[in-house]
């Protein structure tokens, strides 16, 4: 098996990047599920793709584009059972998709028009976009030990950066929620850039190792390998749901693009590198997979396109077209009883001053 182009520990592997089997491929989804995950990778690649042009049409303000990590979105959101609860950073439309968040909602909020999205959260078991790095992660440690202590079977899963990953948040959440034995699944999508910063120059370490230091297992993935990211994360989400406490995942995938719309990617990294990881494209390994394996014809991959290209013109069509939430919104929901001045700013923000 291949180490990490980037080094290290070889990653888990089941499909090598060209759609042969390496390891067990029977990761206990009937055919229809295994469809379900290149419906929903090609979905959000040719959304990623629309918002990319959105914010450079005025749609969008500011947009981080995941190209490249479908496979580590997918993979673990499908691996989730529906009362999970989601703790995303800024990068998870895709997980966010397949909980059936609704794709205009959440782009409200890279729409500058509402804070979170206005999706709700308990609704659709995802918590709001998170920009503040790492701080999610506490968020899905104190959620998760109230599972505990609820006696609940369901967990929380924390998606996060390799730059997110050296925050002292990372570190507080992991220990508690090991010492609290909490149901926890430690996502890191290891993308290779921190913005600009590339791993090897904010950690010294491998971060999947680290969980030993905690207490509880680590398991370094192939991020581009959508079958292998579903085993792993199933088996830490059943983990979680026995009470057998948090797991560490180290999906080892790559920002094809900028880290947001407002970042020019070549004053750090070369050309070639971003085309070396095109040819490690988790959706091309995984459509060669199963086409080959007879798990889907040409039919349903043409299909599968279609459909994505009607969806994602009507979640344009819908953007384009929606009106932001009132603002008077950002003043209702503050204080129960509000005090003088902030009725004061109210009265001015909405014109009747
Ligand atoms: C507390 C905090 N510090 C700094 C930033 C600025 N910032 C936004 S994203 C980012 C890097 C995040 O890198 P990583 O965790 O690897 O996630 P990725 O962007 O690669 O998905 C930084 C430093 C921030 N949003 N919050
Ligand atoms: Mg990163």
């Given at each position: 098996m291949a180490a990490d182009p980037r080094g290290g520990a070889a990653p888990f592997r089941?499909?090598?990047?060209?759609?042969?089997?390496?390891?067990?491929?029977?990761?206990?989804?009937?055919p229809e599920r295994l469809r379900d995950l290149l419906r929903w990778m090609v979905l959000a690649r040719r959304l990623d793709r629309a918002c990319m042009a959105l914010q450079r049409q005025g749609e969008l303000t500011v947009y981080p584009p995941f190209e490249g990590q479908e496979a580590a979105q997918v993979g673990s959101a499908v691996a989730l059972g529906p009362e999970d609860f989601v703790f995303p950073s800024f990068r998870e439309l895709a997980v966010a998709l397949v909980r059936g968040v609704d794709a205009v909602q959440y782009l409200h909020y890279h729409r500058g028009t509402w804070h979170g999205g206005p999706y709700d959260p308990r609704a659709t078991r995802v918590a709001p976009i998170c920009?503040?790095?790492?701080?999610q992660i506490s968020h899905a440690a104190g959620y998760a030990m109230g599972l505990r202590k609820d006696g609940s079977s369901t967990c929380a899963i924390a998606y996060f950066g390799d730059g997110s990953a050296s925050e002292g948040d990372f570190h507080e959440a992991a220990n508690l929620a090991a010492v609290f034995r909490a149901p926890l699944v430690l996502f890191c999508q290891n993308n290779g850039f921190a913005i600009s910063v590339p791993t090897s120059a904010q950690t010294?370490?491998?971060?999947?190792?680290?969980a030993e230091g905690y207490g509880f297992p680590g398991v370094r993935v192939d991020g581009n390998d959508v079958l292998a990211v579903y085993r792993v994360t199933a088996d830490a989400v059943a983990r979680a749901h026995a009470g057998d406490g948090p797991t560490l995942i180290e999906a080892l995938t790559y920002?094809?693009?900028?880290?947001?719309?407002?970042?020019?990617?070549s004053r750090y990294r070369d050309e070639s590198e971003v085309e070396r990881w095109r040819e490690l494209d988790p959706i091309e390994r995984y459509r060669t997979w199963l086409l080959a394996n007879d798990h889907a014809d040409d039919a349903f991959v043409e299909a599968c396109e279609e459909e994505a290209e009607t969806e994602v013109a009507r979640i344009r069509a819908d953007l384009v077209a929606s009106k932001p939430p009132p603002t008077s919104w950002m003043f209702d929901w503050t204080y129960a009883d509000p005090p003088a001045a902030f009725a004061r700013e109210r009265a001015g923000a909405l014109g009747d001053a």
């Open positions: 089941i499909l090598e990047p060209d759609g042969t089997v390496v390891g067990d491929a029977d990761v206990g989804l009937p920009v503040p790095t790492a701080t010294a370490g491998e971060i999947w190792r680290r920002r094809i693009g900028p880290h947001t719309t407002a970042d020019d990617a």
